[in-house]
């Protein structure tokens, strides 16, 4: 039969994340595309001995049983410890919502504050799968112009004005797609014009544990003093994507309206989930991993950029990130990063066009590598592969 | 601050459910509100062992790394034959989703199909968050009667005529609220009259494997040769609702969207979760557990009959279901349930008042009785309870 979709289907066709996913599953090439923790830092001996006891006769309710949508309370207080380590002081349990991953964060967000054609700001460019959830709501999504220090606040200020968004998201530490970290500056003067005007800020935090270089800084949701900021963040990439654990903090009555709208998505986040990052968390494990995965970050971070130095032609620039899991390039030439992606598979090695992280289909000349997944070894030589490649599509310019 | 929620919000306040959960917090309390399978019967031991060997060295990162949004394949070829158990054959691999509990089939559901004022159809009464969904995507609810075999078939066909309605939403065998299950005619009728009318089907069937008497049915779905039927199921109700997972089959044109609307959703269902549900049923432990968990359900059904048999004033008529998790009753006099809700729990003992369940607010006069989660002495007494109290009622009516 033929059938009847909504009409929020036509735009989202999820092109771009299937192919990446398929190149993932094919070991002879190297890829760049995902963003994946690497997997030696996945801590399986703790999670193997908490997932044990948790289990263990008499106590195994709380894991199998259902439990309420708002997450299991001891895991919540706990969460109002962890946040401060992004600078967040003073949130009670009623502002804290346990969410299946960050990424439910971006659609509890969208739900709650999202009518069709409702504007919406994203940094220019942003996480490609927080586009086709806002288009999921039919929603208009403007970019905000960007520079090394964070927003463009005039810009900013000026597109607040011009058209009154529901929210802005933002990725504001080790941005993806472009690793790029907010200034404090840049943060404090994000919070106060966003308040000025009422607009609500959604701050998606997976990343900013993961730094292996430079100082530390606090949230967006830190500077709040309005209840505009809601604030996400995920133990995807610190402990494990598998469990599918986040949390979300903002306004009680805005995690109020978004726990409504988890009731009727997936009523509860795993409740086994829940309880092994809360005994993770218990048993201090969580920070002394971070600091032994740190080395092997800023280790593949160092072998990718070494790579880029050696292979690839100088028209490329990018930016050296100082934490999380990408390299973000640009060309200083007209080179189609569209066209020569699937090129790059004929060479074993894939990275993701930059084109699908800008709302308006920008960004041709662009790319986004990932270090985080692949041995030193390996991301030589993928961006051996690579640097030929591109070098000969320059010779062709000249 | 003032939020500018989305317009969905002003339907979905959670006050129903809010109130089942908090009800359910408290001991002194003995609660038929909730929908939870016994306790005891959650596989404690086969879960542990299960998750110690997924989670053993060199295993690990199948459940903690991420997986794709389609789910695990081995896991869905085995869902593949699992759903045979309800008559469902010749589903190839891209007609099956792992959904985050069955749940989530419904949200995937209305958000591949609804836009705003789209016409939903119902069972008049039905799953009180299926409602609540349905809300979210401002559809418009549209009851369909029902008697003891099914839906009324004439006025379902009646109503596609007047409405054009997006899908049937129903819950075929066990029905939550009322207990009921279609006949197979009635199943067949289904299938043959939304299939003429090209309306999609959303068969949820949560409960069919908790069958304590009588014969088992083939789904709708099995009987759907036009590819409009989408059959969900879950391991809440046979497993654990801890972990959250289900299963979504259908046309694999229609999969593939829900599947594009899951990526935006939580990117994928925990990976051990599934891995967890996947050796449950690899290692055969699935059916030999329900067979042992069957008596319980009986016991206690039984229970609930022979309690209120004895208690209960005689205008009120049951529904004595063959099995899943609910008794719904219905009081031959004006008797409002909704008023004398409060009032129960005041004598320390709760129901859900059946109006929730309507999608037009009818109902006054009924209420739904779990009958899974409370020793066969607490039911007595709890009926005992609720048996004085509504006598009181009625005899103030005379």
């Known amino acids: 039969m033929v059938y009847n979709y909504s009409e929020r289907m036509s735009k989202m066709n999820g092109a771009a994340t299937r192919e990446i996913l398929k190149l993932l599953t094919r070991p002879e090439i190297i890829s760049f595309a995902g963003g994946f923790p690497a997997t030696q830092c996945l801590p399986q001996k703790e999670v193997q001995e908490i997932a044990h006891e948790l289990l263990s006769e008499g106590r195994a309710t709380d894991s199998l049983q259902y439990g309420t949508t708002e997450g299991f309370v001891p895991f ?33 967000m969208s739900k709650t504050f999202l ?20 288009d999921s709501y039919q929603a208009k999504i403007v970019g905000i112009n960007a520079d090394k220090n964070g927003l463009d606040i005039e810009d900013l200020e000026n597109k607040i004005i011009q058209y009154k968004p529901k929210f802005l998201y933002c990725v504001s530490t080790f941005s993806n797609p472009t690793g790029k970290t907010y200034t404090v500056a840049n943060r404090k003067e994000i919070a106060s014009v966003t308040a000025k005007y009422n607009v609500m800020v959604l701050e998606d935090d997976p990343y900013s ?24 963040s995920s133990f995807s990439k610190v402990l494990s994507p598998g469990l599918r654990v ?63 130095n050696k292979y690839m032609p100088e028209e490329f620039k990018y930016i050296n990130a100082e934490g999380g899991l990408f390299i973000w390039g640009e060309f200083d030439a007209p080179i189609n990063t569209v066209e020569l992606a699937p090129e790059a598979i004929k060479h074993d090695v894939a990275y993701i066009q930059g084109q699908v992280f800008y709302p308006d289909g920008g960004g041709l000349n662009t790319l986004r590598l990932n270090f985080s997944n692949a041995t030193v070894d390996r991301i030589d030589a993928g961006i051996h592969r690579l640097g030929d490649m591109f070098k000969e599509e320059i010779a062709k310019l000249k």
């Not at 706990?78 to 659609?107: F, M, R």
């Not at 709040?224 to 604030?231: A, E, I, K, P, S």
């Not at 795993?270 to 309880?275: F, I, K, P, R, W």
């Open 209 to 232: 544990k993961l730094r292996f270089e430079g100082e530390s800084v606090p949230s967006i949701k830190s500077f709040d003093t309005h209840g505009n900021v809601v604030y996400i």
């Open 115 to 134: 009518d069709k054609g409702d504007v919406v700001f994203v940094e220019n460019p942003t996480y490609l799968t927080a586009l086709q959830i806002f």
């Open 246 to 308: 986040g949390v979300a903090v903002g306004d009680k009555e805005v995690i109020r309206k978004m726990t409504i709208c988890k009731q009727g998505v997936d009523v509860t986040t795993s409740n086994l989930s829940q309880l092994i990052v809360y005994e993770y968390l218990k048993r201090g494990y969580l920070f002394p991993n971070i600091a032994k995965s740190l080395p092997i970050y800023r280790e593949r971070k160092n072998a990718m950029i070494d790579a880029i």
């Open 76 to 108: 919540r207080q706990q969460l109002i410890e962890y946040v401060k380590t992004a600078g967040i002081e003073n949130i009670s349990l009623d502002q804290t919502l346990v969410i299946s991953g960050g990424q439910q964060g971006i659609d509890l």
